[in-house]
């Protein structure tokens, strides 16, 4: 069974920081591009970040480029989102996905975790 666990979110000032985690398990995602994606109230879920497991190729929304950074450890099945210099329009649940396709369109993914709350506050 595929099971993808979030843990990190939580409330920060503007201005702070948050790292989010994703550990992955169930299968081999050695093929696989692991994804971000966040939906705030009212708003689609959109794309915010990714990653190839295999190549290790970056993707990121322009609402974050330079902000956030995505990476992985292929060891500990585990990626994460180092999220830096937060706004308030960066509060959402965020989800972490894995898909073999990818990596920027949300339909391409087969797993989703539960999501984890961001709150940023002005």
């Known amino acids: 069974q595929v099971q993808l666990v979030e843990s990190g979110g939580g409330l920060v000032q503007a201005g702070g920081s948050l790292k989010l985690s994703c550990r992955a398990s169930g299968r081999s995602f050695s093929s696989y591009s692991m994804g971000w994606f966040r939906q705030a109230p009212g708003k689609a879920r959109e794309f915010v970040a990714a990653v190839n497991w295999s190549t290790s190729r970056t993707y990121y929304a322009d609402s974050v480029k330079g902000r956030f950074t995505i990476s992985r450890d292929n060891a500990k099945n585990t990626e994460y989102l180092q999220m830096n210099s937060l706004k308030p329009e960066d509060t959402a649940v965020y989800y972490c996905?894995?898909?073999?396709?990818?990596?920027?369109?949300?339909?391409?993914?087969?797993?989703w975790g539960q999501g984890t709350q961001v709150t940023v506050s002005s």
């Open positions: 996905a894995a898909g073999p396709r990818g990596p920027m369109n949300k339909d391409d993914y087969d797993y």
